[in-house]
């Protein structure tokens, strides 16, 4: 079993930046990759960014490349999403994500993660 808690959405203008985190608890952290998704009203749940147990493992939605960078600290047990030039289309509810049977290379499945966090609101005003 794996607990994950997000945190660090709120309201940002244009333009601006917002980092969240997700901490993990209940299984080695560093033994799984991890992922971001969103969702936005009236849209389906979308891949974001993910991360292999190694930072230099990461893979990003198209619309999200060179403005987020998706990080983790496996002492911590926390993945972070840096996101930067926001803009308003990426207003959504933001969920990280476990997939405890890849290691290495995230996948930008929703079906491939086993576990959720709960979400957090990312508004970014125009």
């Known amino acids: 079993q794996v607990q994950l808690v997000e945190s660090g959405g709120g309201l940002v203008q244009t333009g601006g930046s917002l980092r969240l985190s997700c901490v993990a608890s209940?299984?080695?952290?560093?033994?799984?990759?991890m992922g971001w998704f969103r969702q936005a009203p009236g849209k389906e749940r979308a891949f974001v960014a993910g991360i292999g147990w190694s930072i230099s493992r990461t893979q990003y939605a198209d619309s999200v490349k060179g403005r987020f960078t998706v990080s983790r600290d496996n002492a911590k047990n926390t993945v972070y999403l840096q996101m930067d030039s926001l803009a308003p289309e990426d207003t959504a509810v933001y969920y990280c994500a476990a997939d405890v049977r890849r290691y290495y290379t995230p996948s930008s499945s929703q079906h491939s993660y086993d576990y959720w966090g709960q979400g957090t609101q990312v508004t970014v005003s125009s």
């Open positions: 209940g299984r080695t952290f560093s033994s799984y990759a």
